[in-house]
């Protein structure tokens, strides 16, 4: 049982010891116990692994226990307005499924790259909101740059795909939820400054400042939808 800077608790287990769906059992009894308690916990992560002392491999069968949104999110408003939202990782998880219509769970960024893909071509309109959990969870946290490196150039060659299946009306955006330096010392996160990357057919390269809040990359996503977001975010397109 573990804990790192930002609002987690975290229970790994060996998968041939402790069977994944009893560490499951164990992360909701905690999730509901911080709920019943009041403790502003953000999440709850089960860490399932295997191998031997000295070379553990986590598996892809983790699983986030999230604390309830606050008040209602943009996922929910895009919801409410008919827009289908498809969750491709673990954002349906971080959401509680809070205004996704479909989620599909991944085992690598390779997976997730590939169901983005599928789903642009499934799916003609929506939003698809895919994590690439690698970034963090084997290289980043692990500050394994060269994987960290060839996983950059995984996704570069990925691209081309993505966007000609975006064609002429799709925006793609590219953004994290924190940094995870793999050249800093430590294992936590390292900054709280995230890319903001936006692609759309006939836009030109050009900055878009420093943002007063993470929020705007949402308000830009509803905006792009036709939507007005709630305060904090202000749609790029608006400002």
């Known amino acids: 049982v573990y804990t790192s800077a930002d609002s987690v608790f975290q229970i790994a287990a060996h998968e041939e010891v402790i069977p994944v769906e009893r560490l499951y059992r164990w992360c909701q009894l905690m999730r509901d116990w911080f709920d019943r308690q009041h403790i502003g916990m953000g999440r709850v992560i089960a860490r399932p692994f295997v191998g031997q002392p000295g070379a553990y491999t986590r598996t892809a069968r983790r699983h986030d226990y999230a604390a309830a949104p606050a008040q209602k999110t943009y996922l929910e408003a895009l919801a409410e307005a008919g827009v289908p939202v498809l969750s491709i990782g673990k954002p349906y998880d971080i959401f509680l499924g809070r205004g996704f219509d479909a ?13 983005t893909l599928a789903a642009l071509q499934d799916r003609p309109r929506g939003l ?7 970034f963090d969870m084997l290289w980043g946290h692990r500050r394994d740059a060269a994987a960290y490196a060839a996983g950059l150039e995984e996704v570069d060659r990925a691209l081309p795909a993505i966007l000609d299946a975006l064609g002429q009306d799709g925006l793609l955006v590219v953004t994290a939820d924190h940094g995870c330096d ?6 936590d996160h390292t900054r709280e400054y995230i890319p903001f990357l936006l692609w759309h057919s006939g836009v030109g390269a050009h900055s878009i400042g420093t943002r007063a809040t993470f929020a705007d990359v949402g308000a830009t996503i509803l905006d792009a939808f036709g939507l007005t977001a709630a305060a904090p975010g202000t749609s790029i397109w608006a400002s």
């Open 103 to 115: 989620a599909q769970k991944t085992t690598s960024n390779a997976d997730g790259l590939e169901k």
């Open 128 to 134: 698809i909101f895919t994590n690439l959990v690698d």
């Open 182 to 187: 793999p050249c800093h010392h430590g294992s």
